[in-house]
């Protein structure tokens, strides 16, 4: 009986999730059941010592200041201001509209690195614009979904902070790793949108009045929207991967600027800056509480033997490093079709790490091909969390039919960059041996 233990926790976990049961309490109340059959009584000191250890892990303490950073910028007109900007230069050509929308989500994804939020903020300006001007629903709904997306991949992402964390790894080195990779997949989608729309025109049609605003107009507009959120950038990974501060430290500047940019712009007000604080609260909250869940079921996990049944039947397969890497990201593939990026990292990676260290693979390449397929589950049916955080904020007439055909050619394309990184692994290490 206690050798199927590992196996029952799983699916334990995944009866809780479709019954409805948030995450970090599935996560919690499976690890209390099985955790009775090995501690008793004592399973509240366990569990008293992950929370302890969650909340006391210098490393996640650059989370909530990341989240501050976003908050910050959710709640000012930088946003704004740079999307207006975009579409000037872009909206007078075929795509031109999407093409921002995409470059509007990689930019806010490297300036707020939370997955959800760049999708949300970038979805309410870019479906009013680009239904206005007949944009095909479909486009619509792939582009935003999968720049949203991009906030998995791009730092400084919260996602490779948590990842790190697991894993024992240098988040500079993860951030560096992930540099090349995010801005490849991000050349991708826009070649993708470009071609698309060259190809068929009408499904987004040219907004002739974009090209008749006077240059020198475009060249005032672009800087005061450009120049701020590249400074912010700048300031947040130049600091850190040049060695001159810490990720928690590179994440405090980084909630600074943003504080600053907005007060400079007049736009930090008291009541702003309370719903960014409690937005910040509850976002952290909501982490750290899985982050918990997640500690304590691979603890119970490990002690149950299912790292090591695992580990064996891995080296009972004798696959080579490249069979070993498909099988342990087609696990995480078909998970994140049912759970969220959190609860992946958390459960999976401590089982993964020994068996790739042993196996000789690269922990920082497997590390970056772990975030494209994490990015890819994001978008893929039935559960993509994408998906839904679009039709949150989309207008009636998106059905789920254009969403799951919009998302179809992203999906596709971050499955490209996968093989291209095992392929070509020095997209992911070259940077960091550079670097550290």
């Given at each position: ?118 999708e949300i903020v970038v979805g309410l300006m870019a479906i009013p614009a680009m239904t206005k001007y007949r944009y095909d629903r479909s486009l619509i709904s792939g582009t935003i979904c999968a720049g949203g997306s991009l906030g998995t991949i791009i730092p400084p992402s919260v996602i490779v902070v948590v990842y790190a964390s697991m894993a024992q790894l240098s988040i500079g080195q993860l ?262």
């Open positions: 009986m206690m050798a199927y233990v590992p196996l029952l926790m799983f699916c334990l976990l995944f009866v809780f999730v479709f019954l409805g049961i948030p995450v970090s309490f599935s996560l919690i109340a499976t690890s209390f059941l099985f955790g009775m059959l090995f501690f008793g009584d004592t399973i509240f000191q366990q569990m008293y010592g992950s929370l302890l250890q969650a909340s006391t892990n210098f490393t996640l303490s650059a989370i909530p200041l990341f989240v501050l950073m976003g908050a910050i910028l959710e709640q000012t007109g930088l946003a704004r201001r740079l999307y207006n900007a975009l579409q000037l230069w872009l909206g007078g050509f075929s795509g031109g509209l999407a093409i921002s929308t995409m470059l509007m989500c990689g930019i806010f994804a490297a300036a707020s690195g939370i997955v959800g939020a760049v951030f560096a790793a992930t540099l090349i990779p995010g801005l490849l997949m991000m050349a991708l989608f826009l070649l993708y949108i470009g071609v698309a729309c060259w190809l068929r025109p009408a499904l987004a049609p040219a907004v002739a009045e974009m090209r008749q605003v006077a240059l020198t107009e475009k060249l005032r507009i672009t800087l005061k929207a450009l120049v701020p959120p590249f400074l912010l950038i700048a300031a947040v990974l130049g600091s850190m991967l040049m060695g001159i501060a810490s990720p928690t430290e590179s994440a405090a500047v980084g909630a600074f600027g943003a504080a600053l940019l907005a007060l400079c712009f007049g736009e930090l007000s008291l009541a702003r800056l309370g719903e960014a604080l409690v937005s910040t609260v509850r976002i952290t909250a909501m982490i750290m509480l899985i982050v918990v869940g997640g500690t304590l079921f691979t603890a119970i996990f490990a002690i149950s033997g299912g790292g090591w049944a695992l580990a064996e039947f891995i080296q009972e397969l004798a696959l080579s490093p490249y069979w070993l890497i498909f099988a342990l990201l087609l696990i995480v593939l078909l998970a994140g079709m049912v759970l969220d990026w959190i609860s992946i990292v958390l459960i999976f990676v401590p089982i993964f790490t020994p068996l790739i260290k042993l196996a000789g693979i690269d922990p920082v390449w497997f590390a970056v091909m772990f975030m494209v397929v994490i990015q890819t589950s994001y978008l893929t049916p039935p559960m993509a969390p994408s998906i839904f955080y679009l039709k949150s904020i989309a207008p009636p007439d998106f059905g789920y039919g254009h969403m799951y055909r919009g998302v179809i050619p992203f999906i596709l394309i971050q499955l490209l960059l996968f093989l291209i990184i095992l392929l070509l692994p020095g997209l992911a290490t070259w940077l960091p041996r550079q670097l550290f």
